[in-house]
């Protein structure tokens, strides 16, 4: 069974610019959350989607924003990047059990923001 | 607002030699408490669920226990293959999975 598949892996993009990263979930599964890890703030929520729906956000500002394709492929945005947007963004998915918290975690895409 | 906070955030321990790792939480309507670990360049690994207070989960030589404030999880003759950043993660009833910071644990041979 094929994992989580992220992409890019790495990317480098300067301030002002915006970005797009894909994510592929586990074949079945509907879910798909996305998170941003950084040395300093560790793992924080962005927004989760289940069946094209944004069913849940974390306290990020408008920036920061997404979609569900009905294949449940996501796709997450920034645009107007900043230095402190750079991190290592990483997609779960899962079945979409409310009260799961197993999910399965990509590898991650790594923005870099010169 | 919900909070997991671990301790300690490094752990350097000898093989063979037993430890517990410490995630503290304040989750509003605590719907389960979650362990992971990840290897570095990798995403986290899902390891464990807990529920509710009093409950254990077991996985070689870790297992999980969980109170009404506190989760611990105990490495038990730990092997140079268990080193790895150890997070601990609540979801409430807000429904959001609310991470800490992890533990980055060391298992010298």
């Known amino acids: 069974k094929a994992g989580v598949t992220q992409t890019p892996r790495y990317l480098i993009k300067t301030r002002g610019q915006q970005v797009t990263l894909s994510c592929s979930p586990i074949s079945g599964h509907r879910s798909v959350s996305w998170y941003q890890q950084t040395p300093g703030q560790g793992l924080q929520f962005l927004f989760e989607?289940?069946?094209?729906?944004?069913?849940n956000k974390g306290n990020f500002p408008g920036r920061f924003s997404g979609r569900q394709f009905s294949n449940s492929r996501s796709e997450m945005n920034v645009s107007t990047l900043e230095l402190g947007d750079s991190a290592l963004y990483l997609c779960?998915?899962?079945?979409?059990?409310?009260?799961?918290?197993?999910?399965?975690f990509g590898e991650g895409s790594r923005l870099t923001v010169l | 607002e919900d909070q997991v906070t671990q301790s300690p955030e490094a752990l350097r321990l000898q093989e063979g030699e037993s430890s517990s790792l410490n995630c503290s939480y304040t989750v509003s309507g605590l719907r389960g408490l979650f362990w992971y670990r990840q290897d570095p360049g990798k995403g986290p690994e899902f390891l464990f669920t807990l529920y509710s207070a009093g409950e254990e989960k077991e996985k070689e030589r870790l297992k999980a226990t969980l109170t009404k404030k506190e989760s611990f999880l105990h490495i038990t003759a730990p092997k140079p293959e268990d080193s790895a950043t150890y997070l601990c993660a609540g979801k409430g009833g807000a429904q959001k999975l609310v991470f800490g910071q992890g533990t980055r644990l060391t298992i010298n041979p």
């Open positions: 779960a998915s899962d079945t979409g059990t409310v009260n799961t918290g197993e999910l399965f």
């Open positions: 989607y289940f069946s094209e729906t944004q069913r």
